[in-house]
């Protein structure tokens, strides 16, 4: 078969949004992803589906035919899925569980305790490999409960705020911007910025402080574990922008220093995610409603 399920939705929300960029963001992947996948399935289908109208998108015959398989392959496949999510859930069984931060795996344990001590039927499985990318496997039906750093609007997906914290620059006593109390966009371009090991366009320091200032920095390295980047930026070798609360002890002990970023501040605002249904399961609830309760680590 030419046709999977992603190119179905893919073709429907190019026609739900009006644009290939918007549609994107729908799905959650970048506009050169999306594109690719819409010409490799043009490219097996041996047809266009849409014709390019400047920045619109109009349906060919071949694409109205495509659209109305999506319609209602696509709304059989959520039906389905919510309903054996809904029989998983009635017995209780195992809650999947990720969050796009691997530092929130250091916070995560309390509210684990507290979880399994309210509901000990229900085993608790962490999913380490949809970690950086828990929207995508909730959508995939491979995972029950996603924790976010922004609200995630999808059709398919319910979110509860849970808390926020603050994103700091931080670098070794040692570094020339060590004094200052606030760091702006301009004072990144000649550092070397130590981010983790995801896409720029899901950076919140690049997203909502370089790109909007017009800055690049002189070099940026991608490390996978906050460990890792802890020892780099003591060692002097960089700025890194983490939670303060990651970092609480280094500064205690004075081996690092934090300074905000921007004089308002860098905050994420986290989010609990889960499959949208009439209601969510009992213990999906609880969970939210454990973490929203602990707040902020190191409140």
Request: aromatic share 4%; net charge positive.
């Amino acid at each position: 078969m030419n046709l999977d399920v992603r190119h179905l939705r893919l073709v429907a929300a190019v026609v739900d949004t009006g644009s290939v960029t918007a549609a994107a963001r729908v799905l959650h992947l970048s506009q050169p992803a999306l594109s690719h996948q819409l010409r490799d399935v043009e490219e097996r289908l041996g047809t266009e589906l849409f014709h390019r109208q400047g920045r619109r998108m109009v349906l060919t015959e071949a694409g109205r035919r495509v659209l109305d398989a999506a319609r209602k392959v696509v709304s059989e496949l959520e039906s389905v899925e919510a309903d054996v999510a809904r029989l998983a859930h009635a017995s209780g069984g195992v809650l999947r569980l990720a969050t796009e931060c691997y530092t929130a795996y250091h916070w995560l344990p309390g509210v684990l305790r507290r979880f399994s001590s309210r509901h000990p039927e229900v085993e608790v499985r962490i999913a380490l490999e949809a970690t950086r990318r828990p929207v995508e496997a909730l959508l995939a039906g491979s995972l029950d409960l996603g924790i976010v750093s922004e609200p995630t609007r999808h059709r398919r997906l319910s979110h509860a705020p849970l808390f926020e914290d603050e994103l700091v620059a931080v670098m070794a006593p040692s570094h020339p911007l060590a004094g200052r109390s606030v760091l702006h966009a301009a004072d990144f371009a000649r550092e070397h910025v130590l981010l983790y090991s995801i896409p720029l366009t899901q950076s919140t320091l690049v997203q909502q402080v370089l790109v909007p200032a017009g800055v690049t920095p002189a070099r940026v390295s991608h490390v996978e574990l906050t460990e890792a980047l802890i020892e780099l930026t003591k060692a002097g070798l960089g700025v890194a922008v983490l939670a303060r609360w990651a970092v609480a002890p280094e500064l205690a002990r004075g081996t690092l220093v934090a300074i905000r970023v921007t004089r308002r501040g860098l905050r994420r605002h986290w989010h609990a995610v889960w499959p949208r249904a009439v209601r969510p399961a009992p213990h999906v609830a609880s969970f939210v409603e454990l973490l929203a309760k602990a707040g902020p680590p190191g409140r």
